[in-house]
């Protein structure tokens, strides 16, 4: 399959007063078109600053950066490299610039030249996608913190990228808000085939995505599926990550001696697993 991102060999470090910190080491990746990617790490590992060379808001001091085959480096590059992954952020409300929602969303088209006719359909497409449309005459001030980010999602997906790399997007908002915008993002990936980086620490929302990448001190640490990455509770648990509850569960009943499935990471299997012992 082909990929919308390379990384190769990419390391950087932050200068500040003269002291060098480095966040990268020599992290090699390779994102397919269409793939739901989830990256995990504690605080300070790194994985923001990952995020953040995915559309060339960074560029490594070491190793490059491809995204659809341009060197994020070129910088006469960067509205092409922007168009084709675009970046969702933390707090809605450092992304929401209008006063009105729909013109919000039509901020980036107007700054892009989009004739009129083509921005209209793409902000009301936008809308629909992310379930807003009925609110596009809103002041995004009244909306929730759930319904801001995903105005935030319309204002990128308007612009029609290829991926879009969502930094902690629900770190902010209440498990509702954290729902609706899950939703939205997995179904813009499945019903759309937009490719999703989803940088988060949830452990629940990273058991949804189709890969889980594990970030710890600048490095890649585990690369694999959910179930698999999963599966490594004492080396997650060691690097300060905690793992989906129905984990934890299957983990116990395994370390005192029943016969379990270690790859459980949802409810319905960890139900079906627990019957399965009880009926034994």
Partial sequence: ?????????????????????????????DIPRGQFLAVLGHNGSGKSTLAKHLNAILTPSEGVVYVDGIDTRQEEMIYEIRQNVGMVFQNPDNQIVATIVEEDVAFALENLGVE??????????????????????????QLSG??????A???IIAM?????VLDEPTAMLDPKGRREVIKTVRKLNRDFGITVVLITHYMDEAAKADRVVVIDNGHMLLDDTPKNVFSHVEQLKSVG??????????????????PVDSHIIDEEECVEQILRLLEE
């Fill in 241 to 258: 990550l905690d793992v989906p509850q129905s984990t934890e569960l299957v983990y116990e009943l395994k370390k005192a001696g029943y």
């Fill in 153 to 155: 999602i319309a204002g």
């Fill in 1 to 29: 399959m082909e990929n919308i991102v390379t990384m190769q060999d990419v390391s950087y470090a932050y200068t500040a007063e003269g002291n060098t910190a480095p966040v990268l080491e020599h992290v090699n990746l």
């Fill in 160 to 164: 029609r990228p290829e991926c879009i």
């Fill in 146 to 151: 759930g319904q801001k980010q995903r105005v």
């Fill in 116 to 141: 009129p006719k083509e921005m209209r359909q793409r902000v009301d497409d936008a809308l629909k996608e992310v379930g807003m449309y009925e609110y596009r005459e809103h002041a995004p001030h």
